[in-house]
DNA sequence: ATTAGGG
DNA sequence: CCCTAAT
C-alpha cells in the first residue's frame, strides 16, 4: 500500500501551500491579549515604597540581632531560618535548589525531635488528632511527586507520618483524582502569597545607620503549601513543601528568603482583613474594561510576562540597589490587602509570633518625627512591612502539568492579581486615614502610638473599597458561606479568615473550602479521599463575584515529542489520506492515543516536512529515519500537487 | 468540531 | 505546543 502510494508521486519536492490564506498581518486583527506591565509596576512600586511613599523614607531595617548573611546583605534572619530549615528538617536532599521541576518534585522533610520547632518555623501543624498519637515530635514526611512517562503522565503524593520513637512509619500513596485533590490543594493552599506586616520596630532617635535606604521584597519566598487529606478522620498534617525557588520572582540563588510565603502560624492574624476587596481584582476593568480579565489573564501573556521579569531577577542580587529595580519591573505586586502594622513591643505573643513571620517584604522606615521641624531625622520611626498578603488564588492545574509548570501556573496567578494597579490606603486603629497632607505624626503613626495598629491597605485603583480593619461587610459575607474547617483537615484551599480585626487576635489558619463535598472529605474514614477536580460548580459554592479566575490560568499541555514509531504511523496515515485530513489522520493513525489531537497531527506533519528539509545537523531531538523524511517529503509534494489540481479544477 | 497557518 | 481565523 504504501509502495503504491508512493509510486504515484508525482515528483518530490516542496510546495507551497496552495491555497495561501492571507497573513496574518494581512488580517484585521484587533490585540486580545496585553500585558499588564505598568499597571504591576505600578503595583510593585508600591510594595516597595510603602514605606518609602508614606512615610518618605524608606529604610532597611536591620535586627539587632542580624548578622551578615554570605552575602554581605542584611537578610540574616532569613538566611538564618534557612538553615535551620535544613538542618532541622535533615532535608533528604541536599541541594534542594537543584531540583528538576520539570521532571519531579520530591520533597522529603524529615524533622527529628526537633521537629517541634520546625513545626513552628514552617507552620507545620498537625491535627489534635496526629498530637494525640503523640506525633507532635514526629516526622512528617511529605513526598509529592509529578512524573511523566511516555505515555501519560501522573502526579502522586505521599504523605507520611513516622515516629522517631516507634520507629513507625505510616504513608499513603496518592494518586490520580488524589494527586490532582492534592495538587490543587497545594496550590490553592499556596495562595499565600504576598503575605504582608508592617511592624512598628521602635523609635530611633539616631542616625539610621543600620539602614539602607532601600525597601526589599523578596517574592521568591515561596512555599508550596500541601494539605493532603487525613488518613481517617481528622488525622490530617499540614505539610509545607519547599520549593526551589527557582521559579519565582525575587528568587535569588542563594536562597536567601525561603521565609517568603511561608504562612505563619499567626498567619490569620495577618490574614484578618484582607478580604475586603479580595475578589474586585478579579472584576476589576483590567484592560479591555471589565471583561477583560480573561484576556488580561491569558496564561501566554501572563506567563511571558512573568518568566521575563523572572528571569532579569534571577541576574539581580540582593543589592538594595537592585531591589529597587526589582521592584519596578516585577509584576509581582501585593493586592488589595490589608496588612497589619503592628507595635512590634505591643505583644509579646504577637511578637513570637511575628518573628516566626516570614516577611516577604521587610521594609524599615525612617521616619522623621512629626513634631520636631522639618527635616529633622532625630525621631524615626521604623517600620518593617514584614509581608503582604496576596490571600485567594485559584488555580486549575492538571495533574499531568509539570511541577514547574505548577509554579508558573501560581506566579501567573498571583502576577495577575498585582497586575492591575494599587493603590495604598492606611488604617489607624481601624479607621482608614484619608488626608494625605498629614504628617505621620499628627496621624498619630509615631513611636507614641506605637501601641496602636496601623494596617496598610492595597486596593485596586478603581475599587474604591474601603476596607474597613474588618473587611467588614464583604468579610461577613465571606465568612458565613464557605465551610470552615478544622484547619488541621483537609482542605482544598486557604481563604483569609475574615477574623475580627479589631482585637487582631491570633486565630490559627482557618481553613475554608469551597468545595462543598469537602466536608464530606472528612467525615470519609479514607486515608484520602480523591476530590474531583475543582469544578466551575463546585468553586461557585463561594461567593465569588464573578466567574471563577482559575480557568484563566490553563496548563501548557506537557510536551510529548513524537516516537518514531509515532512518526512512522504518521506518515503512513498521510501518505494514504494526505494532508488537509487530520482529524481521519487521527482517527485511523491515533486514535488512541488521547494526547495526540488532529491538530497535534498537523502540527507534527508540518514539523516533519520542515525537518525534512533541512540538513541533519540541523535536526534535533530523536533522529527520525531518513527514510521516514523522505517519505514525508514525497507524500508532501503528492498531495501539495493534489490540492493544486483540485484547486485549479474548481477554479476553472 | 475541523482545518490551516502563524507564533 | 499554543492561538486564531475561518470554515
Redesign the pocket.
Known sequence: MVSETRLDYGFSGYQV?V???A???A?V?VP??KKCGNNQKHAFEILASVAGELLQESRYFVPPDCKEDQHGTPEITVVKEQEDERQLLNCSHSDQETYDDKTSLQHQIHASNKFSNVQDQFNLKSSSTLKNLDLSKNVCLADQSAKVDDETASSSATVGISSPESGEFFEGQVEDARAEFSIIQSVDTATLPVTGGLEMLETDHKSPAFFCSESKLDASLFKDWITLGPSRHSNTIETVSRDDDENFIGCTQAGTTLKAFRLPSDLADQRVNNLSASRHWRVSPNLNGGTSFKNDG???SSFHSGRTNYTRQRSQRISPFKKRKFFNQCPFTAPDRVFQFEDKFSSADKRSNGDKCNAAVEVASSVASPHLPPGSRDRNVKLRIKSFKVPELFVEIPTTATVGSLKRTVMEAVTTVLGDGLHVGILLQGKKVRDDSKTLFQTGISQDHKHHHLGFTLEPKHTQTKPSQCSGEQGLTRRGTPLTLDPGASSAFLVPPATDCASGAESDLQVVSSLSNISADVANPQPLVSIPAISVEALAVVPFHHRPVHREF?Q?????PFSVSEVEALVQAVEKLG??????VKLRAFDNAK?RT???L??KW??LVHTARISPQQRRGEPVPQELLDRVLAAHAYWSQQQARQHNKSAV
Do not use: L
Open positions: 501551500p491555497f495561501p490564506r497573513s496574518r498581518s488580517r486583527r486580545s491579549r491569558r496564561r501566554r490553563v501548557r499541555r506537557i510536551r510529548r494532508t488537509g485530513r487530520w482529524r481521519d494526547h488532529y491538530v497535534d498537523k502540527d508540518k514539523t
